[in-house]
């Protein structure tokens, strides 16, 4: 992992004026551990190929953004970096905000205008949720995106409490066991869908966009958050996390160790086909069991 030393502020742009506290290094060694972690675990890097890093303007955006940039300076991550932010044409976006400090920071960026809210809005009912076809919108041109620059991955900025927050709603809304995926092959095959922060706490990302005093836009923007099932799960983890410190982390973990044999899963198990190891000596003659009818 990491040395004891800490790396210059001046690696790049992005960590122009990083705060010179003890508690601020702290946390920013802590993100690039846990982020290289999580691209060692999963096999994320093919050295030389293009990365395509969506930006939106969050602060979980900001720090993926800062962290692959330093992993890059250190020689560990042997990828080509292009940020893209897509504006989707919610009202009140401020589209100035991202060009701008990208170029400020000396990023190589391309910018995209799709007015995908105005689809949304035309064809989701008023008072339910955007969410889901605007995700699938976005999606797909992030795909294509991906595709007229020649990069062989989209990389997003989803973190460990998203991925906890998106089991939990499986859990309780979809009545399976899934998650999002570190990794993932696109549907057509040829991109990967990566999400480096997958090992990183939500609170983290937090911490250092605000340290760094990166200009945060705002996620609710379209208006449709308010009662949300990811914000009442959200609640939920919130309120076991005040209750028992940690509990987030164990969770997680739990995602990590996953034992097929001892769920219900008779496409993931073989059940039908455990049985005791025979004993020495012949195979007793035991008649076959009937199948029911």
């Not at 210059?8 to 122009?16: A, G, R, T």
């Not at 293009?50 to 330093?70: N, Q």
């Not at 060009?99 to 190589?108: G, T």
Request: proline share 8%.
């Amino acid at each position: 992992m990491l040395d004891d030393t800490d790396a210059p502020d001046d690696i790049h742009p992005l960590f122009f004026g990083a705060p010179k506290t003890t508690e601020f290094r702290k946390l920013r060694k802590r993100l690039v551990q846990d982020v290289r972690e999580a691209i060692d675990a999963y096999g994320m890097v093919t050295p030389g190929a293009r990365w395509l890093v969506c930006l939106s303007g969050g602060k979980d955006s900001y720090t993926l953004l800062a962290i692959l940039h330093e992993l890059q300076w250190r020689g560990l991550l042997p990828v080509e970096l292009l940020a893209c932010n897509l504006d989707q044409g919610q009202p009140g976006f401020p589209a100035t905000v991202l060009p701008e400090f990208l170029s400020r920071m000396k990023v190589p960026h391309r910018i995209e205008y799709q007015d995908t809210y105005s689809v949304v809005t035309a064809k989701i009912p008023q008072g339910k949720t955007y969410c889901s076809l605007c995700s699938r919108l976005r999606r797909g041109n992030l795909y294509r995106i991906a595709r007229e620059e020649g990069c062989q991955a989209v990389v997003l900025g989803h973190h460990r409490d998203d991925i906890l927050e998106t089991f939990f709603l499986n859990l309780f809304h979809g009545g399976r066991l899934a998650t999002m995926p570190p990794k993932l092959r696109n549907e057509e095959g040829d991109l990967l869908v990566l999400r480096p922060l997958a090992h990183v706490a939500e609170a983290d990302c937090d911490r250092f966009a605000r340290a760094m005093a990166y200009p945060v836009i705002p996620c609710d923007l379209c208006g449709s958050q308010e009662g949300l099932q990811r914000m009442q799960v959200k609640a939920l983890l919130d309120e076991w996390e005040r209750k028992v410190p940690g509990r987030r982390q164990k969770m997680f973990r739990a995602l990590t160790q996953v034992r097929p044999s001892h769920l219900l899963d008779p496409d993931l198990f073989d059940f039908v086909g455990l049985a005791p190891l025979a004993e020495s000596g012949p195979e007793p003659d035991i008649p076959e069991v009937p199948r029911l009818r």
